[in-house]
Nanobody, 116 residues
Framework: VQLQASGGGLVQAGGSLRLSCAAS????????MGWYRQAPGKQRELVAA???????NYADSVKGRFTISRDNAKNTVYLQMNSLKPEDTAVYYC???????????WGKGTQVTVSS
């Protein structure tokens, strides 16, 4: 499984960005796709995840500002980030978790920088 992420960049506080991540390869239908982020000096943390059953899970810090969605036909997950804050600055990683095996796949990170 390969994950190709795009959409990071530099934005001012209060602005918006949209991340996309397309999965390719042998993808088991029961999976969760989502986004994690890692800021300098901090551990990688879950931002949002979207199960193949449509369930969603968000970090408390992004609830009401970020929206995750997915297109199962395209094996693509999106993260719409609104009202961005400087503390959202991090490298964002796309993740796919196979629910039957628990195996994680990761994309290369994409930098999101929010200036104050």
């Amino acid at each position: 499984v390969q994950l190709q992420a795009s959409g990071g960049g530099l934005v001012q506080a209060g602005g918006s960005l949209r991340l996309s991540c397309a999965a390719s390869g042998s993808i088991f239908s029961l999976n969760s796709m989502g986004w994690y982020r890692q800021a300098p000096g901090k551990q990688r943390e879950l931002v949002a995840a979207n199960g193949s059953d449509g369930s969603t899970n968000y970090a408390d810090s992004v609830k009401g500002r970020f929206t995750i969605s997915r297109d199962n036909a395209k094996n693509t997950v999106y993260l719409q980030m609104n009202s961005l804050k400087p503390e959202d600055t991090a490298v964002y990683y796309c993740n796919l978790k196979e629910l039957w095996s628990g195996k994680d796949y990761w994309g290369k990170g994409t930098q999101v920088t929010v200036s104050s």
